[in-house]
């Protein structure tokens, strides 16, 4: 069964530095990768998904992620992170191969500073 | 706004009482999930339907759950007896048919609480 984890429980970083949110991912077969970002009292939204083709994805709001096949992730990033990027970040996985189901992280709550 | 539509957003009942949720999808799409999130934890698929069929359930949905969507549009998950385990955050989210690459529109959840 595939399944994802997001390493980190919190990232904080400075408004205009660089972000990075952390995702690794486990599959039998071969993997649809995809960012949601929830923000308080807010459904999901989604950002941005790996199906196949150039490794580096480019999302809504600035974000990107890059799909690494031999270290299995998919890590988020942002090249300058605005404080309204504060949100609760999620990471899934859809093994194409086998069934269905999209499994998502526990989830990564970014928190930029002024 | 023509984003999926959750109602209740908020429902509050005690242990043994049968609770009904409803979702309205995104119109012109064919699938409808619904996942269950608790506290610190990202969603967890329950189930999913291809129009009013629904095609695949997670070991996750007990007996006490049931889920419908009988004419393909909107759909009701049902907790029967529930239990404060129970007690979590609904979320529906709809996609186009035909293609797991599609991404999930979610809605903005219901949230459960079992006293």
């Known amino acids: 069964a595939q399944s994802v984890a997001q390493p980190e429980d919190q990232v904080n970083v400075a408004e205009g530095n660089p972000l990075t949110v952390k995702c690794t991912y486990s599959?039998?077969?071969?993997?649809?990768l995809f960012w949601y970002v929830q923000y308080p009292n807010r459904g999901l939204q989604f950002l941005l998904k790996y199906i196949t083709g150039d490794n580096l994805v480019k999302g809504s709001y600035g974000f990107e992620a890059e799909f690494n096949k031999s270290q299995t992730s998919f890590h988020l990033k942002k090249p300058s992170a605005l404080v309204s990027d504060s949100a609760l970040y999620f990471c899934?996985?859809?093994?194409?191969?086998?069934?269905?189901?999209?499994?998502f992280g526990a989830g990564t709550r970014l928190t930029v500073k002024p | 706004d023509t984003g999926v539509s959750q109602d209740p957003r908020h429902k509050i009942t005690k242990r043994g009482q049968n609770v009904t949720f409803r979702c309205d999808p995104i119109s012109e799409h064919n699938r409808l999930y619904w996942y269950r999130q608790t506290l610190g934890q990202g969603p967890e698929f329950l189930t999913y339907?291809?129009?009013?069929?629904?095609?695949?359930k997670s070991r996750l949905l007990s007996d006490r759950f049931s889920a419908e969507r009988p004419k393909g549009s909107f759909s009701t998950l049902e907790i029967q007896r529930t239990e404060q385990g129970d007690s979590a955050m609904y979320l529906c989210a709809s996609s186009p048919s035909g293609r797991e690459d599609n991404e999930q529109f979610f809605g903005p959840g219901t949230r459960l609480t079992v006293l």
């Open positions: 599959v039998s077969g071969n993997p649809y």
């Open positions: 899934a996985v859809r093994d194409i191969d086998n069934n269905n189901d999209m499994r």
């Open positions: 339907f291809q129009n009013e069929a629904q095609l695949e």
